[in-house]
């Protein structure tokens, strides 16, 4: 199967309800960095630039830095950002996270989604961010864990109506458990010991949970069997073949699609939020605080009362 990031990216987006909670993401990690126009900022592991662009929005003076590894990534970037006619303060990089090559201090903000996970020496990634923030400068990011127990296909499938259900079990939790799999084996505490270990203060890992429907359609079970968010890692598929041949293989996805195609399912994903600071003073720690307090009231706290007016009245509908 031929790989498009673009595509795949551009898919996850179109999705409404992963979209808006990707965007949703990204406007928080906006809102805790208290981005002042003039600053300069990075954004790793850019993808299609949408952190990027909506960093612009906020930037006058300063520039904004979109790092990405993957060619396609940085191509669409390039386009985008000469159709929009920001290529005075977008600036795309095609490098690794690990080494972007930036000067020391330069960076007032450090943002990420969802790309630290794909790197293996997660420390030398938060080094480099270290090295290249400024005094007073924060790195803000969201990765989600998808070691977590509740990513299991096998947990969808019928145990009594799938021949060889033990054996598939057992490969997906192998693969899951894999200590190796840099991007199932890290949590919230290694992240935490991370930041630590290279001197960032005011450190903070919070852990989220989003609970959310989805139809199961084909396109999707093939997304997440053929694809693995990011070019640079192998696949699901890829993964299995280390335990089963091809034919084995294709028996297994085909009991997947028969039995899987068509249904819904409740999903939890679990998340973190990172925060960081390099050398701090005391109104920074107050300030940070206070965007966490703004943040959890307006959106937390609004949120869920407002869905359980809804329950309590049976609103059907209340946009917000
Ligand atoms: C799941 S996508 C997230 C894209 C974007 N941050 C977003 O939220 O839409 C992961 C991105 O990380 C990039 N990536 C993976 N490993 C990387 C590395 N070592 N250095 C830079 N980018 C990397 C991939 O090319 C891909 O665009």
Redesign the pocket.
Known sequence: MEKN?VFW?SSMYQNYSIGAF?ENVMDFLIILSDVKKTHTVLD?????G??AFKLADKIDDGKVYA????DE?VKYCNDLVAKKGLIYKIEVLK????ETKLQNALVDRVF????IM??KNKQKVFDEFYRILKDRGMVLAYEPIVGEKYFRIHKLLNPKKTPNFEFYKEIEEKIRNNEDDFIYNYDEKTIKNNLIKSEFKCVKVIKTYTYDYFDLTQERINRRIFYS????IPDFKEKCLKYMNEQEFNIYYNEVIKQLKGKRTYAKTTGLFIIGIKNPKISDYLKLYLNIFILFFSYVIWRNLLSLLERIFKLEEIVF
């Open positions: 990031w990216l990707i790793c592991g850019t993808g299609l949408t952190l790092l990405d590894v993957d990534c490098r690794s996270i690990d990420s989604r969802s790309a794909y790197l968010n990011t070019p640079t």
